[in-house]
């Protein structure tokens, strides 16, 4: 597709529950990001791959956080046993290479209750 | 310390002045840096990256890099109110062995006033 395509828009779950975030990149970039962003913040790294594998996965905040991208474009960002405090908009971006500028998708904004 | 520090604002401006948006970083070893736009509601849109010391200029917005001073700036001439938005400043730091990501200030928040 002409951009980064993010599904759902919005996603309200319960406390406890599980949920998956989908990212579609861009069409040939090899490069793909996980950011969170809460409210007056600015974006949060969390996962980058590279391909097929998580190059870099030190920003995921625990093991309730996994994320997979098995082909090499689409990836998903799935959260376990939803919290409160995870509440926020989950961005992808995708790029060619790691040093340019990413594109953004427009984000899922994730509310638990 | 944050590793980009940014003033959250809002800074108001009139319509057509410049505005000035200041953003320091700790990490001295950093080379790239970037600008995002963030409209209310919407995703980080790239409007300028900078590598070296200086100016670099694209139409009305410049930004300015002084590594010495771990500084980074970007000026919006004849500012419009559709420039009001949330003005996000990054740098690329070394992750994982092999990899680099964005680190994100707070953002500044810009108004402009017609």
């Known amino acids: 597709g002409a951009g980064v395509s993010q599904t759902p828009s919005n996603k309200v779950t319960e406390k406890g529950k599980y949920v998956e975030l989908r990212c579609d990149p861009i069409?040939?970039?090899?490069?793909l990001y996980w950011y969170r962003q809460s409210l007056g913040q600015g974006p949060e790294f969390l996962i980058y791959f590279q391909g097929t594998g998580a190059a870099d996965d030190s920003g995921l905040p625990n093991d309730r956080f996994f994320a997979v991208r098995p082909e090499g474009s689409v990836s998903t960002l799935k959260i376990q046993r939803t919290e409160r405090g995870d509440s926020a908009v989950y961005l992808c971006?995708?790029?060619?290479?790691?040093?340019?500028?990413?594109?953004f998708g427009s984000g899922t904004r994730l509310t638990v209750v | 310390q944050k590793e980009v520090e940014q003033n959250s604002g809002p800074l108001s401006v009139p319509e057509g002045a410049i505005a000035s948006l200041n953003c320091t970083y700790s990490?001295?070893?950093?080379?790239?840096f970037f600008w995002y736009r963030q409209y209310s509601g919407k995703s980080p849109e790239l409007i300028m990256s900078i590598y070296s010391n200086g100016d670099k200029e694209d139409g009305r917005f410049t930004a300015q890099l002084n590594k010495a001073s771990q500084y980074v700036s970007l000026l919006i001439r004849d500012s419009q109110p559709s420039d009001s938005a949330t003005y996000l400043c990054a740098t690329l730091r070394k992750g994982r062995p092999g990899t680099y990501k964005y680190i994100f200030g707070t953002g500044t928040r810009l108004k402009v006033l017609a």
């Open positions: 971006a995708s790029s060619l290479e790691q040093y340019g500028g990413y594109t």
């Open positions: 990490d001295r070893v950093s080379q790239s």
């Open positions: 069409s040939g970039h090899t490069a």
